[in-house]
Structure formats: structure tokens, C-alpha cells
């Protein structure tokens, strides 16, 4: 499975941008797919999910309000809506997934099992 993720890039404070994450290789049925980021010198933090059958979407708490995850599981494609960005948003965003044996999905990094090779996004005050 290779998840390639799509749309970073440089925005000014309080402008919006959509990633997109692409999925290919042997069958895909993740049980979820989702983001993590990484911004400089920092751990890299849960965004949010969302599982592939029932389209349920979770988030961690910062990104609630102001950030839309949604699959299109016909085209294996997972994208992340991100409005009124912010300075603090600026991070290499991750394109993850969990494989459907796990049955489950959490904040965890561990739980996801495939990572795309991140994307990034920069927001200037």
C-alpha cells in the first residue's frame, strides 16, 4: 500500500487549504485513514480520522471546529479540509492508515500502519 498526499503549501494566516491522499497497491480496505503532522523541532500529533465503512470522523481536540476530514472510497482518496489556519498549523502533514485487521483506530501512532511521505504546510502570520 503507498499513500501519496497532495495540496501543502504556503498560505497567509486565517486563508484555507485542502489536502488530498491518494492510496494504491494491493486491494485497499483500510479499516481508517487520516492525518498526523509534525511541525519543526516537535513531535509528531494526531489531526484526525475518519473510518473508511461508516465515514465516522474524530479529531483531536485543536483542529475541531476548524478542520473537515472526508474519504471518497471509491477513488481511495482521503482528503483534509483546513480552514482559518494559523501560524501554529505549519507542519509536515502525514497521510495515514489503519489496516482493516486492527479493527481499530485511535490517536495513536501505533495504531496506524501505512504513512505517506508527508506534505507541507506553511502558514504566515
Known amino acids: 500500500v503507498q499513500l501519496q498526499a497532495s495540496g501543502g503549501g504556503f498560505v497567509q494566516s486565517g486563508e484555507s487549504l485542502r489536502l488530498s491522499c491518494a492510496a494504491s497497491g494491493r486491494t485497499f480496505s483500510p479499516y481508517a485513514m487520516g492525518w498526523f503532522r509534525q511541525a519543526p523541532g516537535k513531535e509528531r500529533k494526531f489531526v484526525a480520522a475518519i473510518t473508511w465503512s461508516s465515514g465516522s470522523p474524530y479529531y483531536a481536540d485543536a483542529e475541531k471546529g476548524r478542520f473537515t476530514i472526508s474519504r471518497d472510497n471509491a477513488k481511495n482518496m482521503v482528503s483534509l479540509q483546513m480552514n482559518n489556519l494559523a501560524p501554529e498549523d505549519t507542519a509536515t502533514y502525514y497521510c495515514?492508515?489503519?489496516?482493516?485487521?486492527?479493527?481499530?483506530?485511535?490517536?495513536?501512532?501505533?495504531?496506524?500502519?501505512?504513512w505517506g511521505q508527508g506534505t507541507l504546510v506553511t502558514v504566515s502570520s
Open positions: 495515514v492508515a489503519v489496516d482493516r485487521s486492527r479493527g481499530r483506530a485511535t490517536m495513536a501512532e501505533a495504531d496506524y500502519d501505512y
